[in-house]
């Protein structure tokens, strides 16, 4: 005698509930059970409403029709975790993990390395969870028996795998402590029948509890899956199947969302969006979103990604001890606009940040607030004081560090913003800023630092999701594949139909082998391959299936999911071909429409006064002074800490210019090199540079200080004096109508002779400068002829004057590179650009070039369009 009835439904129908309503209540009728006091268990709670009408349809006394879960809360509230038990919230089992692990010596190692103590929590509460449910699963009879075979199983002894034993062994310890499941009551009842409608597979649940109630009430079993040997044959396939091959990730996003709206079009509603592939999925959401699409998402996505967890995650980020001026302003731009008490915030941080860049503030100590307008010194004050709250103490409780983040979010504003949003209120929930108490006394009275408090937070946000409000006419629905069974879609659109997201091996369990697995009533990988085998087959009733893969991966090449081509072959063997998907988007030609060369004229706009680096910008291409000079745009200095050769040449300026400024005479070669090691400790100390990271460049340094001071004191020998360091210079010369030039000369020297020698120190090969400043090339070089027209060299009686660069950081000895009659190149820079400037206040042109090695680098090159010309202006 059969003690629990099978029933298969065939799944061929779009919608198969009347099918299992009227097998259900057939057989209902044949036991002579009541429907009345009978229990029908559906596998997800989006089938309830879709069982519920189909056997109101039908007519007749309707069974109780619930999920496990479902049902479970209707009988009475879950059972109370106590102070160290499982609840299921990953946030607050993770701190429950921390301090069992801590409490066990064997992890001693782990707990030196946060961050493998970090992963080892996550392996527990992920193992434990599995262990939680398995138990749960089970009679309460048969606990024990699970318990004593689990510490067999796990009892194991040293050698390979120990450490991932020993946190096995506390999983499962730590499930193993539950006294009672919410489902537990599900055991005690007894209705007149119990029936279970299956789909990818059996639930454990339910399947055990037929089998307890088997013998003493009658027990059906619906199965509406295909035969697992032969998934893909039979009638599971009579619906439009079709795959659709993309280039690449934006391509794959962008046909998805044209197959949902084409479904839409044609009238297939709903339409079912699987989210395969959480990134790939939040993007076609954004482009559906873009052409009003109402949607239905059932997945969400992970808190951390939205404005509300990027607000507090950036804020602990920004009150790091070693955090940067970009994590600052990270924090502050999306919240100041409601900070309390600060009129203007949104200027105010405009001021601050270009001040910032300006100074090339990169560590928030280096910030001088004397320096600020007082808007921005205002709010640089008040988040100063905000983070130095939060950071005050080295270690706290978690309640402790709990209230210090409310009290940090309410002091910026970010606590109304939290409130006030979706997301916001979703992540309140998640994480207990306002309700501590519901993470457990134990838990809450652990000390932590602030890092681990931040990782706390941030892999918090990473496990939650933020699911958005339905559209209350959605036609689209995001879920799930495993949701989507047994659901009256009109169509289906799959993207992410490739190896890696669709029938790829499944991950194994963090601490467990299989065989463990199985033992102990969890799902092995193979069990779990085999419902997703089943749920793909499952999807393949609904009257229009789309699956979309990509080819490319980010640069790798993706072959097609085995499910797909297992489907392939068993339509092969029914006559059939897996179509392919006729692109829906379609492409429109556009006519070339070239952008013609910039020629505009601003004689308004005209600087009062330029600088070496602006006569450059005029000699080389009229329209990049134009853009740098007269509309003054330029590019944003980067924040950060990374050390780069500008900053390293502002370092060495300063370092030579001090040291010349306080070198005395007769020094030894022994006094100047101690003395320039000094100067430069001293310097980097002020610039506030990052030791390890000016690491490189000090190292270079070391090597040319002895070629440096073997240099200087041959210049003694010839009898060459230091003057003057980094020198201020502005002169008005008459062709330029009223323009002044100004420059600051690194070095002015007096030779033997009386000739006065203006250097400029270069961090460039000395072949480079000497090819800029050779006897063919002289008149290009617009710098040292412009310094030496501020030094009067291009009057005829001016005393004689010399101007050379001086390569400092080249690998070899220090070089002179010599600019050859450099009074002449003087006079030719001054009447030259002083004739441009008088054609610039007559109305005239500034053409962009487009020609030669200065559009390679320049700044303007994105405004000028140079890439957009037709073919004839480049050689125009």
Not at 290 to 300: C, F, K, S
Request: glycine content about 6%.
């Amino acid at each position: 005698m059969t003690l629990i009835a099978l029933r298969r439904v065939d799944g061929g129908a779009p919608d198969p509930w009347p099918a299992i309503v009227e097998s259900a209540a057939g057989w209902l009728a044949e036991t002579g059970a009541d429907a009345r006091d009978a229990i029908v268990l559906v596998p997800f709670a989006q089938h309830l409403p879709l069982a519920r009408r189909a056997w109101a349809a039908r007519g007749g006394w309707m069974p109780r029709i619930e999920t496990t879960q479902s049902l479970a809360r209707a009988l009475a509230p879950p059972p109370a975790a106590g102070e160290l038990g499982i609840t299921f919230d990953a946030a607050i089992d993770r701190l429950t993990a921390r301090r069992l692990l801590r409490g066990v010596q064997r992890t001693a190692a782990l707990r030196r390395d946060p961050r493998a103590f970090e992963q080892a929590g996550a392996a527990v509460v992920a193992t434990a969870h599995a262990f939680a449910r398995a138990v749960a699963a089970l009679p309460a009879a048969e606990r024990a028996a699970n318990r004593e075979r689990g510490r067999e199983l796990l009892g194991g002894a040293a050698g390979p795998g120990q450490t991932e034993r020993v946190l096995a062994q506390v999983a499962f310890e730590w499930a193993a402590a539950a006294d009672a499941a919410a489902t537990d009551l599900l055991f005690d009842l007894a209705p007149s029948a119990w029936i279970a409608v299956e789909a990818g597979g059996a639930a454990a649940l339910t399947a055990n509890l037929l089998r307890a109630a088997a013998g003493a009430r009658p027990c059906l079993r619906i199965v509406t899956d295909p035969d697992p040997e032969q998934p893909f044959a039979g009638t599971v396939h009579t619906g439009r199947v079709a795959l659709a091959e993309c280039d690449d990730f934006e391509d794959e996003a962008v046909r998805s969302a044209a197959h949902v709206i084409q479904h839409l079009n044609e009238g297939r509603t709903p339409v079912a969006l699987i989210a395969q592939d959480r990134l790939l999925t939040r993007r076609v959401r954004a482009l559906l979103a873009r052409q009003r699409v109402p949607l239905a998402d059932e997945t969400g996505w992970r808190l951390s990604t939205t404005r509300a967890g990027a607000s507090v995650a950036t804020l602990l980020r920004a009150a790091r001890w070693n955090a940067s001026v970009d994590d600052w302003l990270d924090w502050l731009k999306p919240t100041v606009v409601a900070w309390p008490g600060l009129e203007r915030s949104v200027r105010a941080l405009d001021e601050l940040e270009a001040a910032l860049r300006r100074n090339g503030w990169v560590a928030p100590a280096a910030v001088d607030a004397a320096k600020l307008d007082a808007a921005a010194a205002a709010l640089h004050e008040a988040a100063a004081a905000i983070l130095a709250a939060l950071r005050a103490a080295p270690r706290l409780s978690l309640r402790g560090w709990l209230a210090a983040l409310k009290q940090a979010l309410v002091a910026c504003g970010s606590w109304q913003l939290l409130s006030d949003d979706d997301a916001g209120r979703q992540l309140l929930a998640a994480v207990p800023i306002d309700d501590p108490e519901r993470i457990g006394a134990g838990v809450l009275d652990e000390s932590m630092s602030l890092d681990d408090f931040s990782r706390w937070i941030d892999a918090t946000l990473e496990d939650a999701s933020f699911v958005p409000a339905a559209d209350a006419d959605a036609q689209v629905v995001v879920t799930p594949l495993e949701r989507a069974m047994l659901r009256p879609f009109g169509a289906i659109v799959l993207p992410g139909a490739d190896e890696k997201r669709l029938g790829a091996a499944p991950a194994p369990h963090p601490l467990l082998s299989d065989a463990v697995a199985l033992e102990l009533g969890l799902a092995t990988a193979e069990q779990r391959r085999q419902a997703e085998v089943l749920a793909f087959a499952q999807i393949l009733r609904v009257p229009a299936l789309t699956l979309l893969r990509r080819r490319d991966d980010g640069g790798e090449p993706l072959a097609p999911s085995p499910l797909i081509e297992r489907l392939g072959l068993a339509l092969a063997a029914a006559g059939r071909t897996l179509e392919e998907a006729a692109d829906p988007t379609h492409a429109e030609t556009v006519e070339p429409a070239p952008v013609a060369r910039p020629q505009p004229r601003a004689p308004a706009l005209l600087p009062l006064r330029l600088s070496a680096t602006a006569t450059d910008a005029l000699r080389t291409c009229p329209y990049r002074f134009f853009t740098l000079q007269m509309l003054q745009l330029a590019d944003a200095d980067e924040l950060d800490d990374e050390v780069e050769k500008r900053d390293y040449g502002n370092w060495l300026h300063d370092v030579l210019r001090r040291f010349h400024a306080e070198r005395g005479a007769g020094a030894s070669v022994a006094d100047d090199t101690r003395r320039l090691h000094e100067v430069a400790r001293v310097v980097e100390r002020e610039m506030g540079l990052d030791a390890a990271a000016f690491l490189p460049f000090a190292a270079s340094f070391a090597r040319l200080v002895p070629r440096y001071v073997r240099w200087l004191h041959e210049r003694d020998a010839a009898g060459a004096e230091w003057q003057q360091g980094e020198v201020e210079l502005t002169v008005r010369p008459p062709a330029w109508g009223g323009v002044e030039m100004r420059g600051v000369v690194d070095r002015i020297d007096r030779l033997a002779d009386g000739t006065t020698e203006l250097i400029d120190y270069k961090t460039t090969s000395p072949k480079t400068l000497r090819e800029r400043t050779g006897a063919g090339r002289r008149f290009e070089d617009t710098q040292l002829a412009f310094y030496a027209a501020l030094a009067g060299g291009q009057h005829d009686e001016a005393p004689p004057l010399r101007a050379i660069y001086l390569a400092v950081d080249s690998g070899e000895d220090v070089q002179e590179a010599l600019h050859a009659d450099v009074a002449t190149s003087a006079r030719a820079v001054v009447e030259g650009v002083g004739a441009e400037l008088e054609r610039i206040r007559a109305g005239a042109p500034l053409p962009a070039l487009g020609r030669g090695t200065a559009c390679e680098y320049c700044s303007a090159r994105g405004i000028c369009r140079r890439d957009d010309w037709p073919a004839e202006a480049l050689v125009a």
